[in-house]
């Protein structure tokens, strides 16, 4: 009975994006600029605001946090995905995709909660600017950001509580670029619909209500505002554009996963390639086309790198 436990499948091989050589050639390339941008981008952010002066208010620290969260959370797939696009066989380790999960789960949740972190950061400095500094202490700063790591790893574990024992004992194809936990499940050797349904409820309930409540606190700052002033409501829709940007574009594809009634479809794979790679790289992007403060403190930075 213990032995029946244990799988009998030692790796899974990834079926892909595309056969055509064509298209692997031209992800190949898309994949590598873009992960490299993300890195790249995301570091100098990192760098910028631990080496500007200006830039050391709850704001910017939360916004390198969410840098560091964007490098880890691409690099759980992007570097995998370059490495197998243009190779005949594309397989990894049993282990291999057990740790895959529970890295692309536990960085997930962590990002959804610092987003809404960042959103009440946006709250208290529109609506209680007098007070901002009062609120926004740093120990509360560093508090918020090990309860989003802590609660990602809550998610994580609960995830992986749920098939970690699964017995696979026949095919071994996934039909992705990395492990897709859904995709995965459903090699198991056992009936899966009720684990499916539990582990896509749990994935689908906590994104679609972090969106929700993201949307809703952006839509309660601009009515806040525009009772206050008028004038002001531009300032603040100038100030919130980047955030809900950065918002639509990591949760947009996350809830077309779960709620979308067919998880199997082939758009959800090319979906997954925008959530794990381009993203990241549009997140830098869009907070420092934004931010004037940001790209003084990077051309500053950049002049003393070449200086």
């Known amino acids: 009975m213990e032995e029946a436990n244990h799988s009998v499948v030692l790796e899974f091989v990834f079926l892909g994006l595309s056969t055509s050589w064509d298209i692997q050639l031209f992800l190949f390339l ?23 002066p200006g830039l050391q208010s709850p704001m910017y620290f939360l916004l390198a946090n969410l840098s560091i969260i964007d490098m880890i959370f691409c690099s759980c797939t992007a570097p995998k995905m370059i490495f197998d696009v243009l190779r005949e066989c594309k397989t990894i380790s049993f282990e291999g995709c057990i740790v895959q999960i ?21 709250y208290v400095a529109i609506c209680k600017p007098l007070h901002y ?19 990602g790893l809550i998610h994580s574990v609960t995830q992986l509580a749920f098939v970690v024992d699964l017995p696979f004992c026949g095919p071994n194809e996934l039909d992705s670029f990395f492990c897709d936990l859904p995709r995965f499940i459903k090699l198991a050797c056992i009936e899966t619909n009720t684990l499916e349904f539990m582990v896509t409820a749990n994935s689908g309930f906590i994104s679609v209500a972090s969106f929700l409540i ?13 009772k206050k002033s ?10 919130l554009s980047a955030h809900v940007t950065v918002v639509v574009l990591f949760f947009g594809p996350l809830i077309f996963f779960y709620v979308w009634p067919f998880p199997t479809s082939h758009l959800d794979k090319f979906l997954a390639i ?12 869009i ?3 934004r931010n004037k403060e940001m790209k003084v403190a990077m051309r500053r930075l950049c002049s003393q790198f070449v200086s």
């Open 133 to 151: 500094l009062a609120i926004m202490t740093p120990q509360r700063c560093i508090l918020c950001l090990v309860t989003s790591w802590i609660i």
């Open 287 to 289: 907070y420092t086309f």
């Open 274 to 285: 925008f959530d794990a790679v381009i993203t990241p790289f549009l997140n830098p992007v």
């Open 230 to 239: 008028s004038g002001s409501m531009s300032k603040a829709l100038s100030t």
């Open 102 to 122: 529970f890295f692309i789960h536990a960085v997930g949740g962590t990002e959804m909660v610092l987003l809404i972190a960042m959103a009440f950061d946006r």
């Open 30 to 52: 898309l994949s590598c600029v873009f992960y490299v941008a993300s890195l790249v981008g995301n570091l100098l952010i990192v760098l910028t605001v631990n080496s500007d």
């Open 214 to 226: 993201l949307i809703i606190s952006y839509i309660f700052i601009l009515v806040t505002v525009q």
